[in-house]
């Protein structure tokens, strides 16, 4: 048997440092401002690998790295919700699709008879339009 001291990975050394709370309000602050896995990692002079094996071993960081995604999302809905309130076509649409249920997602899903399990189904809508002619704009209807 060994007595090899374990080696602290690099957020034990932070607590042992004293900088525990700085670090993490740096990363937080990193992934409020959209910033990835791998860019956060380069900012702390760590791989991306390092960071999420971190991640997984210390809750904490695991957190800031959330709360920071949470902002993000929070600011998003705000506004979503404000182009919502000026009558946005679109945002009302993508709003209604997030948040209206089922009744406004246009894609449906359904069991499979065979498996049992969800099939993902979007409906298929073709649209036939007359031909026009490039120069006169007529569709080629007859007109009474």
């Given at each position: 048997m060994s007595n090899?001291?374990?080696?602290?990975?690099?957020f034990e050394k932070w607590?042992?440092?004293?900088?525990?709370?700085?670090?993490?309000?740096?990363i937080q602050s990193l992934s409020m401002q959209g910033?990835?896995?791998?860019?956060?990692?380069?900012?702390?002079?760590?791989?991306?690998?390092?960071?999420?094996?971190?991640?997984?071993?210390?809750?904490?960081?695991?957190?800031?790295?959330?709360?920071?995604?949470?902002?993000v999302v929070a600011m998003c809905q705000n506004k979503l919700m404000e182009r919502v309130s000026l009558g946005d076509t679109t945002a009302i649409i993508y709003a209604l699709k997030v948040y209206g249920g089922d009744f406004f997602?246009?894609?449906?899903?359904v069991d499979a008879?065979?498996?049992?399990?969800?099939?993902?189904?979007?409906?298929?809508?073709?649209?036939?339009l007359p031909a026009t002619d490039p120069e006169t704009g007529d569709s080629g209807e007859k007109k009474d």
């Open positions: 090899a001291k374990k080696q602290k990975d690099l607590v042992e440092a004293g900088d525990v709370e700085n670090k993490l309000g740096v910033m990835s896995m791998g860019q956060i990692a380069e900012n702390l002079g760590v791989s991306r690998r390092t960071l999420q094996n971190l991640q997984k071993k210390h809750p904490a960081l695991e957190k800031a790295i959330s709360q920071g995604r949470q902002y997602n246009d894609r449906k899903v008879k065979v498996t049992g399990t969800p099939v993902s189904v979007q409906p298929q809508v073709q649209i036939y």
